[in-house]
């Protein structure tokens, strides 16, 4: 749906993007994710049209931006950080004024309506924008994002400052758009990112520094893959028991955390999830399994190592991203 390719950007001397590319196929949500100044808003902005690139594309469902400008444009839905709303307006009039703006074709009265029936906004439609909270305002900034019915949308920071009821309400709402667009969403707050992207990209200094799923970028990162599981039984049995699973590198006991129970790391070869056969021996053996968690990296220590500075994504990877 999407295809940037060798995106550069200066301004004067500086460099803001180099040398960028990452495809995003249709009906994905992903995650955008950098520091202050990696350059985030620059490409997004690229992407809808506002500015051009100094070298490099983007096409957009095979439309390239600079020859299609127009029709790229309407096949995008943005919301900027900051919603392009008015603030003596009623939430009526600022979406109808939006209609006409981008001269959206499909039955206005019933098309506003499905918008702010999925964005949740009915009840606040013959109200001042002024008037309106923090998360209304930022529903009401999706819903001008989603006129026209644009199969992309770009979504920049849309739950900052909200409150962690809101926040909630907005991830929600980002899942359930993501089952029928492509959404690109840039936000800090990587514990939605983690629950709502199914892919992330992470630039720093205008470069490109990673690019797959949480889950992938979390295990290349921490080198390992380990489970930490808490048994009930007698700790040389589950260790010897554990230490016979096939695909197990190494086994070490954590401790006993409650009686009769105890902890154990286990790593694994790379790439084998352990856990149905961590179930299937606790099933044969009669020892209850009372917790189990990996220990890979969240998210945000990923983004960490990753923007901590001088990490760049590996040749190999840098050349597939662009293929």
């Not at 981008?102 to 702010?116: D, N, S, W, Y």
């Not at 040389?236 to 230490?243: K, P, T």
């Amino acid at each position: 749906m999407i295809e940037v390719r060798n995106l550069t950007k200066r301004y004067g001397s500086n460099v803001a993007l180099d040398d960028i590319s990452f495809s995003v196929e249709e009906g994905t949500v992903l995650g955008f994710l950098g520091p202050n100044g990696a350059g985030k808003s620059t490409t997004m902005n690229i992407i809808t049209g506002y500015l051009s690139a100094s070298d490099g594309s983007v096409t957009v469902d095979g439309l390239d931006t600079l020859d299609h400008p127009n029709e790229v444009k309407r096949k995008i839905g943005y919301l900027p950080e900051q919603p392009p709303l008015y603030q003596d307006m009623t939430v009526k009039e600022y979406l109808n004024f939006m209609y006409e703006l981008k001269k959206v074709t499909l039955p206005k009265k019933k098309h506003i309506g499905e918008i702010c029936s999925l964005v949740k906004i009915e009840n606040v439609y013959g109200r001042l924008i002024a008037n309106l909270s923090k998360g209304y305002r930022q529903r009401v900034g999706i819903a001008q994002a989603l006129l026209g019915n644009p199969p992309v949308l770009i979504l920049d920071e849309p739950t900052v400052g909200l409150d962690p009821k809101q926040i909630i309400e907005i991830r929600n709402l980002v899942q359930n758009l993501g089952r029928s667009h492509t959404v690109i969403l840039s936000s800090h707050i990587l514990p939605e990112v983690q629950a709502v992207c199914e892919r992330v990209v992470v630039i720093n200094n205008g470069r490109l520094v990673a690019d797959g799923t949480p889950d992938n970028l979390s295990q290349e990162m921490t080198g390992n893959h380990k489970l930490v599981v808490r048994m009930a039984g007698r700790e040389q049995e589950i260790r010897s028991g554990l230490l016979g699973l096939s695909r197990v590198k190494e086994v070490a006991s954590l401790g006993s955390k409650e009686p009769g129970a105890c902890d154990f790391s286990v790593e694994a070869e790379p790439g084998v999830d352990l856990r149905r056969d961590l179930f299937a021996l606790a099933s044969r053996s009669g020892w209850p399994i009372l917790g189990l968690k990996n220990n890979d990296l969240t998210l945000e220590d990923v983004f960490l190592r990753l923007t901590g500075g001088g990490y760049e994504m590996p040749a190999g990877k840098k050349e597939a991203a662009k293929k």
